[in-house]
């Protein structure tokens, strides 16, 4: 089975902390996505990589930054916390090759909170 | 642009009974269809999925969900839901002409199932 893991289920910062969250899979997948969950807003796509090094933005990249240093493992950076970036925070992972490229696994999320 | 629509926020059904959350999407080629559903405090695991040929694609759980051109809906059904059914259920929809790139998802559904 395909295992995306989560540095923190939940994370209390302050306000103009630099936060980051950590993902990591397990196999071998080149895609990884992060997403942010919000109520009634659903996943908004923050950055994508498909591959080391490489980086997309998303739909909301404001705030945010990504590395990805090793095909494993994929962060998300926020420079300066703010209130507003209050969140579930998801990560996700697809496989190589054809259809696969769209199965998106996902990792627990981590919840965080920004005071 | 793609999207997603998903026409309910919340439903309540009774144990026992029978579901359908409906999708709607909108894309001009066919569309790669998911469902995910997201347990409290989760992340999210796919449901099922289709990419071509036959319209009603069975997934796991005992959910199936049927692929509508005319109407352009990918509606998920179960004839007999479980209280553990409970959570949030994402539609989504892939570009099957970018592999690789992130998942279009809806603002979900929220189901509630009474004893």
């Known amino acids: 089975d395909v295992k995306v893991t989560q540095s923190s289920r939940y994370l209390v910062k302050r306000t103009g902390e630099k936060v980051f969250l950590e993902c990591v899979q397990d196999?071998?997948?080149?895609?990884m996505f992060w997403y942010r969950q919000d109520p009634g807003l659903g996943l908004r796509l923050i950055y994508f990589?498909?591959?080391?090094?490489?980086?997309e933005k998303g739909d909301i990249p404001e705030g945010y930054s990504v590395s990805r240093e090793k095909k494993e493992r994929f962060s998300l950076i926020l420079e300066s916390a703010s209130t507003n970036q209050t969140s579930m925070y998801l990560c996700?992972?697809?496989?190589?090759?054809?259809?696969?490229?769209?199965?998106?696994?996902f990792g627990p999320g981590t919840r965080l909170t920004v005071t | 642009a793609q999207s997603v629509t998903q026409p309910d926020i919340h439903i309540t059904v009774s144990e026992g009974a029978s579901l359908e959350l409906r999708c709607n999407y909108s894309?001009?080629?066919?569309?790669?269809l998911f469902w995910y559903v997201q347990s409290p405090g989760q992340g999210l695991q796919l449901l099922l999925k289709?990419?071509?040929?036959?319209?009603l694609v069975q997934g796991i759980k005992g959910f199936e969900a049927e692929f509508k051109r005319s109407q352009s809906s990918f509606n998920l059904r179960k004839p007999s839901v479980h209280w553990s059914d409970a959570a949030e259920y994402f539609c989504?929809?892939?570009?099957?002409?970018?592999?690789?790139?992130?998942?279009?998802f809806g603002k979900g559904t929220t189901l509630s199932v009474s004893s």
């Open positions: 996700a992972s697809t496989g190589t090759g054809g259809l696969l490229t769209y199965e998106q696994y």
């Open positions: 196999m071998d997948h080149e895609n």
């Open positions: 990589s498909y591959d080391v090094k490489m980086k």
């Open positions: 894309y001009g080629a066919t569309p790669y």
């Open positions: 289709y990419f071509s040929g036959d319209t």
């Open positions: 989504a929809v892939g570009d099957a002409n970018q592999a690789g790139t992130a998942l279009i």
